[in-house]
């Protein structure tokens, strides 16, 4: 008769190396490969701007800029953006100087609760640098040409983000003071004595 007393091995873990850059800071972390980008930042490295609202990619409140590209961070795979840079609300601005998308939704109220701003503010910044590299929309007239910032286009490209509050004619208000103040900077002044047409 065999002596059946051994257990069989235990599996161990499986990780995965994983280096982020989260608002300005390197983090090396040792991760399941299954881990989102949302989980990771709240439940590795105690980002709590970033919110878990559907978990499913239909809410936006997880959005944050990944490169500079908005995303839903409920739906990446924390491994597939080793190396990336990642930035919430938190790494907008400082609470001595706040970014400008976080002082127009102060100015604008908008939000109530608060639960989907960190995500309606990084999908503002992430949408008004897509407006500015001329990246047409569902909405856009002529997509050959340069998408106009009006509310139509804004409302268009923040479909993704819900705010159960309605706080959206306030959102858009605040998005566009950004947006126009953007591109009034874009703009090369004319020269002295020219004649001004508009």
């Known amino acids: 008769m065999q002596d059946d007393t051994t257990s069989p091995p235990q599996p161990q873990a499986l990780t995965t190396p994983v280096q982020l850059t989260v608002n300005g800071m390197s ?3 040792d991760l399941d490969p299954r881990a989102s980008v949302l989980d990771t930042l709240r439940d590795r490295l105690g980002v709590m701007s970033v919110k878990k609202g559907c978990d499913h990619g239909q809410c936006g409140a997880c959005t944050v800029l990944a490169d500079g590209k908005r995303v839903l961070s409920c739906l990446c795979l924390a491994a597939s953006y080793d190396g990336a840079d990642l930035v919430t609300a938190e790494g907008l601005g ?15 109220d908008g939000f109530q609760c608060g639960y989907c701003t960190p995500g309606q503010i990084c999908s503002a910044v992430g949408m008004l640098d897509e407006l500015a590299q001329g990246m047409p929309s569902h909405v856009t007239p002529d997509v050959r040409a340069a998408a106009q910032l009006s ?5 268009e490209r923040m479909s993704g983000n819900l705010c159960r509050c309605g706080a959206y004619v306030n959102i858009v208000s605040a998005i566009k003071e950004v947006g126009e103040a953007m591109q ?3 703009t090369p002044p004319a ?8």
């Open 94 to 108: 400082s609470v001595q100087k706040l970014h400008p998308m976080q002082q127009a939704f102060l100015d604008h």
């Open 191 to 198: 020269p002295a004595g020219a004649e001004v047409r508009g």
């Open 27 to 29: 983090y090396r972390l």
């Open 151 to 155: 509310d139509a286009e804004i409302r």
């Open 184 to 186: 009034a900077q874009a």
